[in-house]
C-alpha cells in the first residue's frame, strides 16, 4: 500500500508538471530520432523495478523503429523484508539469489493519435523484443557464530545450513558482495503497450508508459529454493520517461 502510494504521488506531481508545460509556444511537432530513459515499477520489481533507454528513428509518418535496454532487478512473488531479532536490520528470509535482467529489445513504435499543436497528449502503441541476460548473484546474509555479536560471517543464504536459522541472522550483506561470483542466464523477451507522451516543448519529450511484459529463460532461474521457482516471469509494467527529440 505505501509503495502504491509513493507510486501514484509521483504520477500525479509528475502530470502536473506536464500539464503546465502545455502552455508553452511550439510551432510543430514534427521530429525524425528520438532518445528516452525512463524510471521503472513493475509487478516483479521493488519500488523502483528499474530503468530503462531507448532510441527511435522514424520510418514512416506513423512509424518508428526502436532500439531499447531496460536494466532490472528482478524478485521472486515471495520475497518480504523482515526484521532481524537478533540487530533489528532488514533482510529477506530465503533468499539465496538476486536476478538482475539486462533486456535488448528491437521493435516498432506507432502513432495512433497525434498531439494537437500546444495541447494534447501523442499516445503510441510500443511493441519490442530481444534476448534477456540475467545475471543470477548470490544473496549473502551476516550471521552470528557461536551466538556472538562480535564474530560473524557473511555467506550465500543457505537453507540447508543450520546455522542460516533465522534467529541466527543479522543482516545482508555488504552491498555487491559476492557478485563477482555471479552466472549468467539467457533468455528472450517481448513487451507491449501504450506510450502517453506530454508536455509543449519541441525539443524534449516527457511522458508515461504502461503495459506487459514477458521475461523467459531457458533454465528455471532459483531464487527461493524453499519456494516455488520459475523460468518465465510475466509483468505489468509502469514507466516515467524524458527525453530528446530532433
Given amino acids: 500500500?505505501?509503495?502504491?502510494?509513493?507510486?501514484?504521488?509521483?504520477?500525479?506531481?509528475?502530470?502536473?508538471?506536464?500539464?503546465?508545460?502545455?502552455?508553452?509556444?511550439?510551432?510543430?511537432?514534427?521530429?525524425?530520432?528520438e532518445f528516452i530513459w525512463g524510471i521503472n515499477k513493475n509487478s516483479s520489481g521493488g519500488l523502483i523495478g528499474g530503468f530503462v533507454f531507448k532510441k527511435s528513428r522514424k520510418l514512416d509518418e506513423r512509424l518508428f523503429e526502436?532500439?531499447?535496454?531496460?536494466?532490472?532487478?528482478?524478485?521472486?512473488?515471495?520475497?518480504?523484508?523482515q526484521p532481524a531479532r537478533a540487530s533489528g536490520n532488514y533482510f529477506i528470509f530465503g533468499k539465496s539469489n538476486y536476478l538482475y535482467s539486462f533486456r535488448l529489445q528491437y521493435g516498432r513504435d506507432y502513432?495512433?493519435?497525434d498531439k494537437a499543436p500546444q495541447q494534447g497528449v501523442e499516445i503510441k502503441?510500443?511493441?519490442?523484443?530481444?534476448?534477456?541476460?540475467?545475471?543470477?548473484?548470490?544473496?549473502?546474509?551476516?550471521?552470528?557464530?557461536?551466538?556472538?555479536?562480535?564474530?560473524?560471517?557473511h555467506e550465500q543464504y543457505n537453507p540447508n545450513n543450520p546455522e542460516h536459522r533465522f534467529d541466527n541472522i543479522l543482516g545482508t550483506g555488504n552491498l555487491f558482495e559476492g557478485l563477482g561470483e555471479s552466472t549468467i542466464q539467457m533468455g528472450v523477451n517481448l513487451k507491449l503497450g501504450l506510450a502517453f507522451e506530454l508536455?509543449?516543448?519541441?525539443?524534449?519529450?516527457?511522458?508515461?508508459?504502461?503495459?506487459?511484459?514477458?521475461?523467459?529463460?531457458?533454465n528455471t532461474i532459483v531464487l527461493m529454493p524453499t519456494a516455488e521457482n520459475k523460468a518465465v516471469f510475466p509483468t505489468v509494467y509502469f514507466t516515467l520517461f524524458y527525453g530528446s527529440r530532433k
Wanted: hydrophobic share 45%.
Fill in 125 to 153: 502503441a510500443v511493441a519490442a523484443i530481444g534476448p534477456s541476460i540475467g545475471i543470477v548473484a548470490p544473496y549473502y546474509i551476516e550471521r552470528m557464530v557461536d551466538r556472538s555479536f562480535f564474530n560473524t560471517v
Fill in 199 to 218: 508536455g509543449a516543448v519541441k525539443s524534449s519529450v516527457t511522458g508515461f508508459e504502461l503495459g506487459f511484459l514477458l521475461d523467459s529463460y531457458f
Fill in 66 to 81: 526502436t532500439f531499447g535496454l531496460e536494466i532490472m532487478n528482478v524478485k521472486h512473488s515471495q520475497e518480504t523484508r
Fill in 111 to 113: 502513432i495512433l493519435f
Fill in 1 to 33: 500500500m505505501r509503495s502504491c502510494a509513493i507510486l501514484g504521488l509521483a504520477v500525479f506531481l509528475f502530470l502536473a508538471g506536464a500539464t503546465r508545460s502545455w502552455g508553452q509556444t511550439q510551432d510543430s511537432y514534427e521530429y525524425n530520432s
